[in-house]
DNA sequence: CTGTTAGCGCATTCAC
DNA sequence: GTGAATGCGCTAACAG
């Protein structure tokens, strides 16, 4: 019966057990919590487990204590660099108290993160983190129900299925448009992405510019190619353009290679303002200004709440907003 | 006692089994071996499966059937974006065969890996990938003696634990200089990387130079501004110095800026050639020249292999080389 | 086609 | 301090 090459017999608790000449649940004891073990047991028992090669199966731990010590992460899509270090921030506060992170690419479709969130709950995470909201009704229903810790982040709404740390786009929107204003600039556009939360962004920008500025829309994830055909459309639409806001600095950066590429001089003849704080916006030419995140700080707070839930503190605020910055660069007019 | 606001109660096979009035195992076969099941119990069946909302516990059936259907993933830094490619492929391959993706980071340390790997092992994942090579001989050991099928990619070497795909650094070092020396010019460069594989590749440069190379090494992960200083290294060390060679294309990015601010013209004054294939690269000014790594590809051949492996299918080929490409641009003279 | 029995490896009761 | 029994939720093996 060739049952694939999977794992051959590793060494169980019982066999430390026996090679320590102790009972199975002193074996235990001595390793996950000694306090309540002789200290010559104790040593007796990591002996065995030297001798042995033992690896704790964590899988028959969870079973019984229902705790898997993991927590699930879900991005929209893996390779965007947009939340990678909230991803990587996440992973190392887990990992500091011994929970680990199972990765799932949500997608930008509700049936497929239905089938994704159903997956993840079988393998029952200690917790779920969620880069964006929940979209499907029943999932959010779901996930209530288990009561199963659930951050969602990278946004803020009226309804979180349960914490939430995160920020306005709403607000980045109008703030960036607001700026643009402030600078005395009329021929607004806009290049976006057509996510759910660039398009939040879009509707800040639109309330507060008013709502006749010209919007080139590409498909995520986006790049600097996709940055550079937008300028170009968005050029057709209205030659007068005189400050674009982009929904990512990939795209920001694309703008400003075609505005090179057109004899176009930024801030000069075009402002240019991205988003996410890439870190290569500050070396570009002209430096790039970015509505800038603090995505490691939103991976830290999520851990946290997690792990508060996890060891049943109780947790003061729920809903919290990190907030965003405007970085002013040479692309809106700061000094080189 | 508040064991903390873990898993509520949920549905389990049991219930389902009950509700749709049949035994335990019969449940069991109707959702995960349908075959041998009639077709008027699978239907009573689902639809307890909906009355209930059960969802089944993958934990408790990995542990009898040995197989989690997890496979971990490590990468030495999550935020570092040359591996997204990678992450992302190997994903989505595995999860149309229903299996997830745990990832974990295993820094740039030995014994950093050594504890990862064995909480890793702890979850009894069908498989383990590696970006890199395994560094620990205790680790090596341990997953040849467990037979859990082990990936290593973006390299190859002579010893692998069990399977591979990558290719050469030796050999991408010592393409870029024969391709620099057939461009004529003598007086070469290196701004790299601090890890194993840059200095490879490095060893592969110097190996087809001569040894007399100035090299800058900076700390992992490298990003633009550490490009910047490294060119402004070189300089001191060289000030002739004509064409360079960065380990990645942030770095290159880097060179490429600090060269602008000097006044250094780039192809004339200064060669550059980077390594990655970003997607930047061919919209920098000027365009960047590049190793080009298909990632992807790594990532859907890896999976492809541990799922071989786990169905029991005989691998035709344990080591494959993917190979590289240098893609000639404007940095190093090709024409616009 | 369906059911009974017996664990997977461990932690949580209870006893001593 | 230590140990024996019991079961987490599910599936493999063997019966019917």
Same sequence: chains 1, 2.
């Avoid at 003849?269 to 030419?285: I, P, S, T």
């Amino acid at each position: 019966m060739p049952r694939s090459a999977a794992a051959a017999k590793a060494a169980t608790l019982h066999d430390v057990a026996r090679e320590a000449g102790v009972s199975l649940i002193t074996a235990s004891r001595a390793l996950s919590n000694p306090r309540l073990v002789s200290e010559t047991t104790i040593e007796r028992v990591r002996e065995a487990v030297r001798q042995t090669g033992y690896i704790p199966n964590l899988l028959a731990g969870g079973l019984k204590s229902r705790r898997s010590m993991t927590v699930a992460g879900l991005v929209p899509i893996i390779s965007v660099p947009q939340f990678l270090p909230t991803v990587q921030a996440l992973t190392e506060a887990l990992d500091a108290e011994g929970y680990q992170l199972i990765l799932g690419q949500s997608g930008y479709d509700h049936a497929r993160e239905e089938r994704l969130v159903d997956t993840i709950i079988g393998r029952r995470p200690d917790g779920i983190v969620v880069t964006g909201l929940l979209q499907s009704a029943r999932t959010r229903e779901q996930l209530q129900r288990l009561r199963i810790p659930v951050v969602e982040t990278w946004d803020l709404s009226e309804r979180p299925v349960d914490m939430m740390v995160g920020f306005s786009h709403l607000k980045v929107g109008s703030a960036v448009a607001g700026y643009f204003l402030g600078k005395g600039w009329k021929r607004l556009g806009i290049a976006t992405g057509d996510d759910h939360r660039a398009a939040q962004r879009r509707a800040g920008f639109l309330a507060a510019a008013g709502s006749d500025v010209p919007t080139v829309t590409v498909p995520a994830p986006s790049n600097v190619a996709l940055g550079r055909r937008a300028l170009s459309e968005l050029l057709q639409k209205d030659p007068q353009v005189r400050a674009i806001y982009c929904s990512s600095d990939a795209l920001a950066h694309g703008v400003l290679v075609e505005a090179a590429a057109r004899g176009l001089r930024v801030p000069e003849d075009l402002a240019v303002c991205g988003f996410g704080g890439a870190d290569f916006a500050a070396h570009l030419h002209p430096t790039l200004t970015t509505v800038q995140i603090d995505g490691a700080e939103i991976g830290r707070l999520a851990a946290k709440l997690i792990l508060d839930r996890c060891a049943g503190r109780t947790i003061e605020q729920p809903v919290i907003d990190v907030g965003f910055r405007i970085v002013e660069r040479e692309s809106t007019g700061a000094a080189g």
